[in-house]
């Protein structure tokens, strides 16, 4: 039994028609008292008003549980308009569309009830696949903070730079390989989906707020430095960073195997036979957005390999590439050197860093309205573009999980 909002029924009665699996309710109290496990799968800013709308209508006994991916004002709402004899179990399936969830992790939170209702939900919910993780949703909130919200901050950032500079990065010269075509295909991915599903991870989750600001002050004093030629105290700034998030030499904490292959990524190019094709010659790029990715997360303390059981394909494709930056030899010192000595990025790595004080700001002020309008004029600069382009990514994250399978 399943139901949008009032307004939408007969749409949605239309598109499932002929659907036996599928019964369309006119609202969310005909699904509620008729069901024995809810699920509220809403936009993260909505959720307290549904959940007061419909909570008390909930069938006696059943299970409610929600898909938002921040967990705390799900659960508030869920304490806040449940009855009392109403079981909570929570899930997160952390993958977007058009990913197999087969191996994909779902978070699993036991917030209020019996061990029969938990395993019931198990068993439902089993039929995905999915690796499940079960977490606290204080602990779910956490770990998303670092793993989402920063990674998108980065990608949303990389949007914006290249539409303020007014280019289709597969289009130039500047971005090509492996490296480019990961940040090119994941920030088209992001502004082609629905913009509250990254305001409200990155708004509501009040752990992301302090990792949003630390990548936007990461970013700015990197550049700083570039900018005023201080190489020596870039490279120590970067070298401490590293030991920092990867390990120092001869203890890394990154795996014999890297994450990623960059050869596997240098096939999913959006760069037509007009602009050199895939195989155009790549030029050394100082990745001012992975060398801020390092520092912030040493300076927040974080391992991102902890989060390895509660990661997204997303999070894994940018930590693959940034272990790539890091680990390849000679890779990092080229990077280091680009920064200070070479002026071809530094207008998008200016227009990268206002984006990302300005993504930061924005969420700081908890912004929703203004986040979704800086959102939708860079979707609007991509959005003809999208057609193809979305492909061409779901086929990269489709090779790299199945070369992860491989393993
Ligand atoms: N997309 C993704 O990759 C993932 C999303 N999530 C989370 O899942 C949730 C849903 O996301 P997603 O499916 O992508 O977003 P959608 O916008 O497609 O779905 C949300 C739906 O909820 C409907 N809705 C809003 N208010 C009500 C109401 N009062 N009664 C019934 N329906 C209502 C919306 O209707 P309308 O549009 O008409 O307002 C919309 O159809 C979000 O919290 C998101 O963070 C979790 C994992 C992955
Ligand atoms: O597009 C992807 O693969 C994502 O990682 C998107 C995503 C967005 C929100 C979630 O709660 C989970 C996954």
Wanted: hydrophobic share 40%; with cysteine; net charge negative.
């Amino acid at each position: 039994m399943a139901c949008d909002r009032e307004e939408k029924y007969d749409e949605l009665v239309q598109e499932f028609e002929g659907n036996n699996n599928i019964q369309i309710l006119r609202n969310g109290h005909f699904v509620s008292r008729a069901s024995d496990y809810i699920i509220y799968s809403v936009e993260a800013a909505v959720i307290d008003r549904v959940v007061a709308q419909y909570g008390p209508s909930t069938k006696l006994g059943a299970i409610v549980g929600g898909q938002t991916s921040c967990k705390d004002p799900e659960i508030k709402a869920f304490e806040k308009y449940l009855p009392a004899d109403v079981d909570i179990v929570s899930c997160h399936s952390l993958h977007g569309p058009n990913v197999d969830p087969k191996g994909q992790p779902l978070v699993l939170i036991k917030h209020r009830a019996s061990d029969e209702s938990f395993s019931k939900v198990e068993h439902v919910l089993s039929c995905l696949n999915s690796k499940v993780v079960y977490l606290s949703a204080d602990e779910h909130d956490r770990i998303t903070a670092d793993t989402q919200a920063v990674t998108h901050a980065a990608f949303l950032s990389m949007g914006k730079a290249w539409h303020a500079t007014k280019q289709f990065p597969w289009e130039g010269t500047r971005y090509v390989g492996g490296i480019e075509n990961v940040k090119i295909n994941l920030m088209l991915r992001i502004y082609a989906q629905k913009w509250h599903v990254y305001a409200g991870l990155a708004i509501l989750n009040p752990e992301a707020h302090k990792q949003i600001a630390q990548f936007a002050k990461s970013t700015t004093e990197l550049f700083q430095l570039m900018l005023e030629g201080h190489s020596d105290e870039l490279r120590a700034r970067v070298y401490a960073a590293k030991e920092k998030v990867f390990g120092a030499e001869g203890s890394p904490k990154w795996a014999s195997k890297p994450l990623l292959r960059d050869d596997v990524l240098d096939q999913f190019s959006l760069r037509q036979p007009e602009n050199g094709g895939p195989s155009a010659p790549s030029l050394p790029n100082n990745h001012l957005s992975l060398l801020a990715m390092v520092d912030c997360w040493s300076a927040l303390g974080i391992v991102p390999y902890d989060h390895m059981i509660c990661s997204t394909p997303l999070f894994r494709l940018w930590l693959g590439v940034t272990e790539h930056l890091f680990r390849t030899p000679g890779l990092l010192d080229e990077c280091l050197k680009v920064g200070i000595e070479d002026r071809t990025f530094r207008r998008d790595d200016l227009q990268f860093t206002i984006a990302a004080a300005g993504w930061a700001e924005c969420v700081g002020l908890r912004q929703f309205e203004t986040w979704r309008e800086r959102f939708a004029v860079t979707q609007a600069f991509f959005e003809p573009r999208f057609k193809g382009a979305v492909e061409v990514g779901n086929a990269m994250i489709k090779a790299v999980l199945a070369s992860d399978e491989k393993d």
